[in-house]
């Protein structure tokens, strides 16, 4: 009985010394560049739209900042725009303020999570007929060494989520044949002119009931109506671009600021995680070992009532020992929040102006 009791005793305090490894992914995946030069033709523009701050399903329990979520939403989405870019494979990428913009791909996302430690994007790509080319979470896990200074000169820490969101849509559209690129570019076209000119370009397309659209015919090349639409077209693109200069304006004004925020909420999710665990690991096996003690107090044998003692005592000390590590916790939740309500004051006013 005393030897059963004093190895559930030493069991929990090694248990209270074991420490919790994480591994965590810092290697950015290689961006994939087309295999062959695709045709100017076959080129499909796409849009990126600023993205689902999430902010509707954050848990209560989580700290979400609503005007820095909003500048992320842009932050990010000019970030997958830049990586779309350097890869080389597409037309001309934009971002765009909301998903009725008529481009041949259509990017849209929500953030899940953005602490400084992770990134959860939930992204959908689909193309101008309503096909659906990706449905998908993408993760990324960084660590300290990526906001050290001077490691890694103006290269976000998440850059391995862009460049998986990159590579994913690369294959896809390598997969695609010549004839369905070239469809796609005329779906999109149609689908803009349809919008400015219905009564005349109303029976170019067909869409069934889930919502797939399809070309039932196009119009002649030299026809009057489809080049006063292009020019349309081209000014609305004219617009666009216009926009891209802003949106990257405030993803550079907001670099520095936001990447120190990251990294200080980086430290404190770390340092807050590791006592919560503490705290938990230290107060259940301190309550098991004064369990342990009590029941060997009501023993026959003095040695085994000795041993009880000693457990009741032990457990003692490490239960008072997690509470002491849940109340420092607390201090870290709390840097936490001044870090987030810090940074939502500096961002607000450019969110603002942004958005005016």
């Given at each position: 009985?005393?030897?059963?009791?004093?190895?559930?005793?030493?069991?929990?305090?090694?248990?209270?010394?074991?420490?919790?490894?994480?591994?965590?992914?810092?290697?950015?995946?290689?961006?994939?560049?087309?295999?062959?030069?695709?045709?100017?033709?076959?080129?499909?523009?796409?849009?990126?739209?600023?993205?689902?701050?999430?902010?509707?399903?954050?848990?209560?329990?989580?700290?979400?900042?609503?005007?820095?979520?909003?500048?992320?939403?842009?932050?990010?989405?000019?970030?997958?725009?830049?990586?779309?870019?350097?890869?080389?494979?597409?037309?001309?990428?934009?971002?765009?303020?909301?998903?009725?913009?008529?481009?041949?791909?259509?990017?849209?996302?929500?953030?899940?999570?953005?602490?400084?430690?992770?990134l959860e994007l939930k992204i959908l790509v689909s193309d101008a007929r309503g096909t659906l080319w990706l449905d998908k979470r993408y993760q990324g896990i960084t660590s300290r060494y990526?906001?050290?200074?001077?490691?890694?000169?103006?290269?976000?820490?998440?850059?391995?989520?862009?460049?998986?969101?990159?590579?994913?849509?690369?294959?896809?559209?390598?997969?695609?044949?010549?004839?369905?690129?070239?469809?796609?570019?005329?779906?999109?076209?149609?689908?803009?002119?349809?919008?400015?000119?219905?009564?005349?370009?109303?029976?170019?397309?067909?869409?069934?009931?889930?919502?797939?659209?399809?070309?039932?015919?196009?119009?002649?090349?030299?026809?009057?109506?489809?080049?006063?639409?292009?020019?349309?077209?081209?000014?609305?693109?004219?617009?666009?671009?216009?926009?891209?200069?802003?949106?990257?304006?405030?993803?550079?004004?907001?670099?520095s600021p936001y990447q120190e925020w990251r990294k200080a909420s980086y430290e404190e999710t770390v340092a807050l995680r590791e006592l919560e665990s503490e705290a938990q690991r230290e107060m259940i096996a301190g309550?098991?070992?004064?369990?342990?003690?009590?029941?060997?107090?009501?023993?026959?044998?003095?040695?085994?009532?000795?041993?009880?003692?000693?457990?009741?005592?032990?457990?003692?000390?490490?239960?008072?020992?997690?509470?002491?590590?849940?109340?420092?916790?607390?201090?870290?939740?709390?840097?936490?929040?001044?870090?987030?309500?810090?940074?939502?004051?500096?961002?607000?006013?450019?969110?603002?102006?942004?958005?005016?």
């Open positions: 009985m005393m030897r059963t009791l004093l190895s559930l005793f030493f069991g929990m305090a090694l248990l209270t010394g074991c420490v919790s490894e994480t591994v965590k992914s810092t290697s950015v995946p290689v961006l994939d560049a087309p295999a062959t030069l695709t045709p100017e033709a076959e080129l499909l523009d796409v849009g990126v739209v600023i993205l689902d701050p999430g902010i509707s399903a954050v848990e209560d329990e989580e700290q979400v900042y609503p005007e820095v979520r909003k500048a992320e939403a842009t932050f990010m989405a000019t970030e997958l725009a830049e990586v779309l870019t350097e890869q080389g494979g597409w037309g001309a990428v934009r971002v765009v303020p909301d998903d009725r913009q008529f481009s041949d791909l259509l990017v849209r996302g929500t953030i899940l999570r953005s602490d400084g430690e992770a990526a906001y050290e200074q001077g490691t890694r000169v103006k290269q976000d820490p998440f850059l391995a989520v862009y460049r998986m969101i990159a590579n994913d849509m690369l294959a896809i559209f390598n997969r695609l044949p010549s004839e369905e690129r070239v469809t796609i570019r005329q779906v999109a076209e149609m689908r803009f002119a349809r919008d400015f000119a219905n009564g005349a370009f109303a029976d170019y397309l067909e869409e069934d009931d889930k919502g797939q659209i399809s070309l039932r015919r196009l119009p002649a090349e030299d026809d009057p109506m489809l080049n006063r639409v292009r020019g349309l077209r081209q000014r609305h693109y004219v617009f666009v671009d216009t926009l891209q200069g802003h949106y990257s304006g405030f993803a550079e004004d907001m670099y309550g098991a070992a004064i369990l342990a003690g009590v029941l060997a107090q009501t023993s026959g044998s003095r040695t085994t009532r000795s041993a009880g003692a000693v457990g009741v005592i032990g457990g003692g000390a490490l239960l008072k020992s997690g509470l002491e590590k849940r109340a420092e916790s607390n201090i870290h939740s709390l840097a936490l929040e001044e870090l987030g309500q810090s940074l939502d004051a500096e961002i607000t006013p450019r969110v603002i102006e942004l958005e005016d």
